[in-house]
């Protein structure tokens, strides 16, 4: 369950203060946009704790009980030696009262920016993967060519699709979609990398092709595409080997973790804090 849908089921049963970074300036342990739930009894969420956020919480929960409101807008906290923590930065918290009757608007509000990610292969590297991109700032869509090899119980918000020719789906992907091949064959990896380059060379809107298999697996796919009439310059669109350098295991949970630190670093850069 996400930090979202866990702030919206707790409002049906009693308010809550919304701690939200509203600002910053400098070394702060969490961006603009980032929030916490404080119900009485409950945390949702996090500021990125340490005293920061233990002060957040002694403020949101006198307010729930009734206690006067310190400051009309933001809170002003400095992250240096009075409040026990080195950063060195500064925060601006708001602080906003929740009750049930708030929740409708709150998805809309409160839904982080997530970028979408088409995973091909349902394979243990899959499975892995689906489980690791899930909660990262993704919209994860998962497809294979085979039936039944998705869980039935897939992570939240991952939408599974069948696709027979697998390939047929690259069409159909969301613009600016990052996209990871790992299908349980060698022919299937090769159509989804051409279907990959096709789109690219018409549309362009795929920033990341990214396809598991060593070195000599991507030797032997150069020479098949450039048969298909594919340049080098379009070839170097795809990353292959996969996951950033530097972690060795093979496991599919690691792979899993390589790959998606990968993708995080293909993201653009979160704006700078404030002056």
Request: negative net charge; hydrophobic residues 45%.
């Amino acid at each position: 369950m996400t930090n979202l849908q866990m702030l919206l089921d707790g409002l049906g049963a009693a308010p809550a203060c919304l701690v939200t970074v509203e600002s910053t300036q400098g070394s702060v342990p969490r961006e603009c946009g980032a929030w916490m739930a404080v119900f009485a009894d409950q945390l949702v969420g996090t500021i990125g704790g340490g005293h920061l956020e233990l002060q957040a919480i002694a403020e949101a929960r006198r307010r729930l009980a009734g206690g006067p409101v310190t400051a009309l807008g933001p809170m002003r906290f400095a992250l240096g030696p009075a409040l026990g923590q080195c950063c060195g930065g500064v925060v601006h918290l708001g602080f906003e009262l929740l009750t049930a009757q708030d929740a409708p608007g709150l998805a809309q509000r409160l839904t982080p920016n997530v970028h979408p990610v088409a995973l091909f292969g349902g394979g243990h590297v899959g499975h892995a993967l689906a489980r690791v991109l899930a909660p990262l700032p993704f919209a994860l869509t998962w497809i294979d060519s085979r039936d039944g090899i998705f869980p039935p119980d897939p992570p939240e918000g991952v939408v599974c699709e069948h696709s027979e020719p697998v390939q047929l789906a690259v069409p159909r992907l969301a613009p600016g979609s990052r996209v990871l091949i790992m299908s349980f064959s060698h022919a299937e990896d090769l159509d989804v990398v051409a279907a990959c380059l096709r789109r690219q060379r018409e549309q362009g809107d795929l920033p990341f092709i990214g396809l598991i298999g060593s070195q000599t697996k991507w030797a032997t796919f150069s020479n098949r595409l450039h048969g298909r009439g594919f340049a080098p310059e379009e070839l170097a669109q795809v990353t292959c080997p996969i996951g950033i350098p530097g972690i060795g295991g093979k496991e599919p949970e690691v792979i899993a973790v390589a790959v998606a630190a990968q993708l995080l670093q293909t993201l653009p850069p979160m704006p700078k804090a404030g002056k």
